[in-house]
């Protein structure tokens, strides 16, 4: 009777820990200015975990939004210290100057500092005795 116990205080438990939320336990290292969070997990070598565990907290629900280049390197594990407030600052700035400076550079030599967009997407092949709509020859778009 024991073993039958145990088995249902087993599978008792596995449901809680399924229907709790499962926050990794970790230290805040530091946020950037775009509200992003990161943490760190030490490593524990004695659980077989040689490396320590880093991941953000992003501050909207979107996770394809912008991160600085120097705490995505800390994520990789490309730095071992996280980056300081002014370091990022720094590098901001010089990012800033350079957009502004290649503007000025494409003004003077009369270039158009966006790209121009293709008139029409060559995803397919284009026929001259083919209607890309219904009653218009196609006489502008010829493949070679």
């Known amino acids: 009777m024991p073993a039958e116990r145990n088995v249902l205080a087993i599978l008792f438990r596995n449901f809680l820990k399924s229907i709790t939320p499962n926050r990794p336990s970790g230290n805040l290292v530091g946020s950037d200015h775009f509200g992003n969070k990161y943490y760190e997990a030490p490593a524990d070598p004695s659980r077989g975990k040689r490396h320590p565990r880093r991941w953000i907290d992003p501050a909207g629900q979107q996770f394809d939004q912008e991160m600085p280049a120097e705490w995505e390197a ?36 009369g270039e158009v ?3 121009a967009k293709p008139e029409r997407p060559s995803a397919f092949p284009v026929w001259e005795e083919y209607e890309v709509e219904p009653g218009q020859k196609n006489s502008k778009y010829k493949i070679k």
């Open 113 to 115: 500092s966006e790209p």
């Open 74 to 109: 800390w994520l990789r594990r490309r730095r071992a210290q996280p980056p300081t407030d002014d370091e990022v600052a720094r590098n901001r700035a010089i990012m800033e100057l350079k957009k502004i400076n290649a503007a000025k550079l494409a003004e003077q030599r």
